[in-house]
């Protein structure tokens, strides 16, 4: 069956159907739509085949985005099953599901996704295949941590927090080795802790009478030591 080239639309629920270049997978697309969070791995130039590829050949992945102008793929450990609040609309962005991708040739022994996490699927002939670490573990255990996602073999973090929160501790930098592990070898103390919200002090700013000369009073009667 010669089915290069083609996109075929039909109606399945709200998401259409991509028959893929150079197999009879199916794979299902939700278009201007993107996942939040919960990411794994991102590789520019690509198309959206090899995007879901990328994301079938790590167990880990259950989702991505592929970003329609700039032909970013982006995997994520998560889908709209188990987070269905983290699909959020985008222009210029398609979701799709990794569950939906009905495999029927062309990944050799890779179809079944036989390797662990962390690790990538690479298909060689004969049906078999090979494991090799592409990721490293989440490395660090603090609320409210931002940007330790992402982490790719080769990949360097910085430990930072969330908007509105600061770092109390050691900005620790760390690299993804190719072993699996994190550079870093001493036990962080750190946390994240919320940015106190300022409080704005209001002012009386009454004309002065004959018994005072004085201006701009707060109406906050406690003391100022």
């Known amino acids: ?88 609309p985008s222009n210029d962005s398609s979701y799709a599901g990794i569950h939906s991708w009905t495999l029927t040739r062309g990944l050799e022994g890779c179809s079944t996704r036989p390797c662990p996490k962390q690790t990538r699927c ?25 940007g330790w996602n992402w982490r790719p073999v080769g990949r360097t973090k910085t430990l930072k927090c969330r908007s509105n929160y600061y770092l109390n501790g050691t900005a620790i930098t760390s690299t993804c080795l190719a072993n699996g592990t994190w550079s870093y070898t001493d036990e962080i103390i750190a946390e994240c802790l919320r940015i106190p919200e300022t409080t704005t002090v209001e002012y009386n700013t009454t004309l002065p009478t004959n018994d005072s000369s004085t201006t701009d009073v707060p109406l906050n009667t406690s003391t100022v030591p």
């Not at 794979?27 to 079938?56: D, H, S, V």
């Not at 298909?123 to 573990?137: G, R």
């Open 122 to 146: 690479i298909p060689i002939k004969n049906n078999n295949y090979t494991c090799i670490i592409s990721e490293c573990d989440f490395g660090v255990n603090i609320d409210y941590l931002t």
């Open 1 to 88: 069956m010669s089915l290069i080239g083609l996109f075929i639309v039909i109606i399945n629920g709200a998401l259409p159907v991509l028959l893929s270049e150079s197999t009879c997978n199916y794979l299902n697309i939700q278009p201007k739509a993107r996942f939040y969070g919960f990411g794994l791995y991102y590789k520019p130039k690509q198309t959206i085949t090899m995007c879901a590829r990328e994301c079938f050949l790590r167990l880990e992945c259950l989702s991505i985005t592929f970003n329609t102008t700039t032909k970013q793929c982006r995997t994520h450990t998560s889908d709209h099953i188990n987070h269905p609040w983290n699909v959020l």
